[in-house]
């Protein structure tokens, strides 16, 4: 039976906004051997340290709450992820030779919007210290098939179909050396003729995603829409490295299931999360939050800035 992952679903027959997974099996539902995932690596033991950094920033973070009728956990039920299940479950990792992280953009971008892929590159570097590749900008060859495209019945906007981007453009130009090949596009998106939109949908297997900045900035200054694409970028790419959604704090990888909950996550992981990123690449704790901390200070991020700063003398102490 296919495997559905869905991120931020708009309920109330508004639309949906889905992460489809399909462990082994394409979007048409064939086997895909076009492209093999990555071969995990076996658990390793934990440092003492990488323990004493999740207990030192425990506090910088709320623990999950009775979710709201419209929220994400009062309509799916999820059990979580601790840090010692995530490495006991030989998850996707990183690799010396497949470890890059690929951006590709794809459409005509505003000046705002190539601004903001832009800074996504850069928060994504540091947030996961890994290589990250920001590629020449694509736009697609028009005009798109019938079977590629539709008009959105009330907005009356053109809607592209994901399986159309991730299958015929992602797939075929994947890296020999990546880790993941991550698409924004600004045009909005459809994943199949049920649901009326999605912000993105990725394939776990074939490591390949794409998301759409044409809803974020939806009555959003600039510093919103940077830090919900922020969100969605690390969300998404997190799940490519196997992080299931955290169900124990308000938490990046938390599911959600409309904008104003996603608004309400922070751009940071909690301290289990938090474990799995500094484990699978080796990243310092303390460092990470100064790398993190360094580029919400160049960007005006005063609040996240301080709490990334706080982190970091946090795992610091003794």
Known sequence: MRQLHFILIILFLTASFACENKIGIDESGNENKSQPPIKSQPPIKTSENLIKAMKAVEPFFKPMGEPSADEWLANFTEGGQTFEQYIGGNPVLPSPDRKTLYVQ????????????????????????????????????????????????QFTKNRQVRTGFILEEILQPNLPDDAAALIAFTNEDLFPNP??????????????????????????????????????????????MFSFAHCTKYECVMSGTNHLGETDRRPIDVCP????????????????RYENLAEFCKTQNLKKDFDEFSKKAIAVSKD
């Open 105 to 152: 953009p794809i459409g005509k971008f505003d000046k705002k919007q190539l601004k903001i892929v832009q800074l996504t590159v850069g928060y994504m570097q540091k947030f996961f210290d890994l290589p990250v590749k920001l590629l020449s900008q694509k736009r697609f060859e028009e005009p798109l098939s019938l079977k590629n495209y539709r008009t959105n």
């Open 194 to 239: 049920k649901i009326r939109y999605v912000f993105g949908q990725a394939s776990f297997k074939n490591r390949v995603g794409v998301w759409s900045l044409f809803r974020l900035d939806d009555y959003a200054n600039f510093e919103k829409f940077l830090k919900r694409t922020l969100k969605v970028a690390v969300h998404e790419t997190g799940h």
């Open 272 to 287: 289990e999360c938090m474990a799995k990123i500094c484990w699978m690449s080796g990243y310092k704790p303390k460092k």
